[in-house]
């Protein structure tokens, strides 16, 4: 998607308030602050959700983590993403949960890593 320096699509111009409205609807600069943050590794909720819901047997995760998982099918993407990483002892300090993805620090959640978008 481009930005338009104008709002008016002529060449040679830059309006600068044009210019950071169209950044801040586009979650553009939500996006520059969340990786600023240090929330480098992004997976999309809904991958991790489907993903996780679908499998019986985890055979890397211990048996209390299964359980806990187990009782959190129920709930939406976002906050069943929320509640594995609680129940995983990731510090809320390391992620970010945002309407369409997981943002994580490096490292904060190694059993993640392979589902990195």
């Not at 553009?28 to 991790?48: H, W």
Request: with cysteine; proline share 7%; charged share 20%.
């Amino acid at each position: 998607q481009c930005i338009q320096s104008t709002g008016v699509g002529q060449p040679a111009g830059f309006n600068s308030r044009v210019v950071q409205q169209q950044l801040r609807c586009s979650g553009t600069s939500e996006v520059v602050a969340i990786y600023q943050a240090g929330f480098t590794m992004r997976i999309p909720i809904a991958f991790i959700s489907e993903k996780l819901k679908a499998l019986r047997d985890v055979s890397f995760w211990p048996l209390l983590l299964k359980q806990r998982l187990s009782v959190c099918r129920h709930l939406p993407p976002g906050p069943f993403v929320s509640k594995l990483l609680e129940v995983a002892c990731v510090p809320e300090r390391r992620f970010a949960v945002g309407l369409r993805m997981l943002w994580l620090k490096v490292g904060a959640a190694p059993f993640l890593a392979d589902l990195e978008a």
